[in-house]
């Protein structure tokens, strides 16, 4: 392709707010980049990360051409050689040990597209569901929360309904970093109305907390406890909707006697009785209420417990899809939500239908026309790990992310891929962690290269767009899948464009959505049939449209769920402690989070002096007293171990952490001269239901370096 000299409206790559960014490319390479004042989520804010993205587009350290790995060492190849050398070692694979033994492991990072034609090599065409993806690690846990309030996994409000709130409550999320344009419209808000009330439940004192009118910085792990409370206290307070609650919902009397039978929550919780009275009371009294929530209620060995806890008190108070309340899960990463609605998840199916449902996977099958489908679900990213050192999956193709650094256990993960029979790496990057692990490196396209759709956090779906020439020999991740499936003998793989992906994904949508009285509110009816052009020049939409196109802001104000019989469901959430507490080896409980400026493994973000300029290189964040207690002082190197691993950081003071609790951040990787990954650290506890890591909570030790 040319260059676009013009502006070129696309979406941001990074978090989940999705915000929309006008690029133009500069002759000399890079481009100028501005928020795009016409798109809903952002309305022309970027914040640092997104403003420096014109910074990180040089082709340094890219990969630009396919690699085979031969005698120990990557080998340039030709597109074919590389291409053959997968479907060949997956269909001998597959031949010899069944479907089961081959996995996928995606990314939030990649675009829809992308994401519909890996499920549908994988679930319709190879027949198993290993597939999974990095968004375990970062909402599977808000999925399963959804999937089993509402019977869908859907997001109820969208981003002005924090503009009409009067009281946000920001669970286990520092917005103010992780979801920066989002959080100034909260600014913006308080400042037009300084009554709106912000109160924060973060066991950290975070930049965040700067805004809030209450802090509560509750026990790491304690969230059921006390969301159990407030739904208790609801019910003395005569808050319930009582014809909501009659009209669409079920299960409420045994959620509450769960509720009833909770301990002292302030004493479980760790908190002030009266500031947790105080936050009850707020709660009770106001009509308009939304509670967002992030990591620190996702990535726990109790996260789905914690959404349906929090939903639990919306439905009570019926207090969701009407403007200025509602639950609101805020996505970690660009495309997680466009990776949950093709189903590219291994407990998922596809457009929102159920992989453990006959009917629905014989509907996908035949909508594919594929030779069979997946009839149980596959590995979920911790498991998937396991297996493949287990020697039971034998080849894996990991696309977009990189889980030597990433995943928890990160040791083990090295340990996975070196035993390993076939690892292919799609990736944008020559040199990471991952790259030693690779038997085939296949050059991908990076943002501002490559076509297709995200949705972010509100449903809405907008078009990522390139504005800039494929470097070297680049392709899409949707291409190499497909020209893998033609090798492999799959019909159904025959694509030239996104478009086309798009378009099938859209008549998948619609296809039989109500036939057996399964509703599902994910359709994109009226986008079925789109020209290209039409496709071209989509702009932003929130799913689900109506009969003229129009997206949905909200939904469920009027119940309409998505079970059979149209009710939202109560969850009974008992009180769980974290899998791993701390003990006199490991006295310290450790956290893990993003930093304001740096992006997952700093691939791009590390390329802008700019943003390297906030933190420049790992650190250990420590109460004062645990620091003295383990003998390091503010600005020394520490070492920081768990049972599961160790690495080594600077002493730093200052980020609102409490006593008996650590925090690292979880950008650097094993690149630096000291192997700085902090999920080697972290232990591999997974929530039951999702499979989501407990990242927020692991024991560790710290001791001078
Ligand atoms: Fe990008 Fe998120 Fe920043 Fe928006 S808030 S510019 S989506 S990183």
Same mark, same amino acid.
């Given at each position: ?144 929360? %959804? ?31 992780? %979801? ?133 008190? %919306? ?284 992006? %997952? ?105």
């Amino acid at each position: 392709m040319t260059i676009q000299i013009h502006a070129v409206r696309t979406t941001c790559p990074y978090c989940g707010v999705g915000c929309g960014v006008k690029a133009t490319a500069l002759p000399g390479g890079g481009a100028t980049i501005e928020g795009d004042i016409d798109h809903a989520a952002n309305r022309g804010r970027l914040c640092v990360k997104g403003s420096a993205l014109g910074e990180t587009l040089d082709l340094d350290s890219r990969l630009l051409h396919p690699a085979v790995r031969q005698g120990g060492a990557l080998a340039r190849a030709s597109w074919d050689e590389a291409l053959d050398t997968v479907a060949e070692g997956f269909a001998r694979i597959i031949a010899e040990h069944g479907p089961d033994a081959v996995a996928l492991y995606v990314s939030g990072q990649i675009l829809t597209e992308d994401y519909y034609v890996a499920n549908k090599f994988m679930k319709g065409y190879v027949g198993s569901a290993n597939i999974d993806t990095n968004s375990r690690l970062c909402m599977s846990s808000a999925v399963a929360g %959804h999937k089993r309030a509402f019977g869908e996994d859907v997001v109820p409000g969208c981003y002005e309904d924090f503009e009409l709130a009067d009281l946000i409550v920001l669970v286990g999320s520092n917005a103010a970093w992780c %979801h920066p344009t989002l959080f100034q419209r909260i600014v913006k808000a308080k400042e037009a109305r300084p009554d709106l009330q912000i109160v924060v439940l973060d066991p950290r004192r975070t930049a965040t907390c700067e805004l809030a009118d209450l802090h509560l910085a509750l026990k790491p792990g304690s969230d059921v406890a006390l969301f159990n409370g407030l739904l208790a206290h609801l019910a003395r307070s005569d808050a319930f909707d009582a014809h909501y609650v009659a009209s669409h919902t079920t299960g409420l009397e045994a959620a509450l006697d769960v509720a009833n039978a909770g301990d002292d929550v302030a004493r479980v919780c760790g908190l002030d009785p009266d500031d947790l009275q105080a936050f009850y009371d707020l709660f009770a009294r106001t009509e308009k209420v939304v509670t967002a929530f992030s990591m620190g209620v996702n990535q726990s060995s109790s996260g789905t417990d914690k959404v349906n806890a929090i939903i639990n008190c %919306h439905l009570a108070t019926g207090r969701i899809g009407r403007p200025g309340m509602g639950p609101f899960s805020l996505t970690g990463q660009p495309n997680a939500m466009g990776g949950r609605e093709v189903g590219g998840l291994a407990n998922m199916l596809a457009v929102h239908l159920d992989l453990d449902n006959a009917g629905h996977r014989d509907a996908v099958r035949t909508f594919w026309d594929a030779p069979r489908i997946a009839d149980k679900p596959g590995l979920k990213a911790v498991d998937l790990f396991r297996a493949i050192e287990a020697g039971s999956v034998k080849a894996v193709w990991i696309m977009a992310t990189n889980p030597v650094v990433s995943m928890p256990d990160a040791d083990q993960v090295r340990r996975a891929l070196a035993a390993c029979e076939l690892v292919v790496v799609s990736d944008v990057m020559a040199s990471t962690d991952l790259a030693p692990y690779a038997h085939v490196a296949l050059p991908a396209l990076a943002w501002g290269e490559k076509d297709g759709t995200v949705t972010n956090s509100e449903r809405c779906i907008s078009r990522q767009r390139a504005f800039l020439p494929a470097p070297g020999e680049a392709r899409a991740d949707w291409r190499a899948l497909c020209d893998v499936a033609q090798r492999m003998g799959y019909a159904g793989f025959n694509f030239d464009s996104a478009h086309a992906i798009f378009d099938e994904h859209a008549r998948l949508s619609a296809w039989k959505n109500d036939d057996d009285g399964h509703r599902r509110a994910f359709r994109l009816d009226p986008l079925v049939g789109l020209s290209r052009a039409a496709y071209d020049a989509l702009q932003p939409v929130q799913w689900p449209l109506n009969a003229d196109g129009e997206g949905t802001a909200r939904l469920f104000g009027s119940g309409g769920f998505s079970y059979p019989d149209r009710k939202a469901r109560f969850i009974a959430t008992g009180v769980r402690a974290p899998a791993n507490v701390p003990c006199s080896e490991f006295p310290l409980v450790l956290n893990t989070g993003r930093l304001r400026d740096q992006w %997952h493994t700093m691939t791009r973000t590390g390329k802008s002096p700019r943003l390297a300029g906030h933190a420049a290189e790992p650190f250990v964040d420590l109460h004062p007293h645990d620091a003295l207690l383990a003998g390091v002082r503010e600005g020394e190197l520490a070492r920081i171990s768990s049972r599961w691993g160790a690495m080594v950081a600077r002493v730093a003071h200052g980020g609102g952490i409490a006593r008996g609790a650590a925090f690292v951040p979880i950008h650097w990787n094993g690149q630096t001269a000291s192997d700085a990954r902090v999920g080697a650290l972290v232990n591999p506890a997974v929530d039951p239901v999702s499979g989501e890591p407990e990242f927020k909570h692991t024991p560790v030790r710290i001791e001078p370096f």
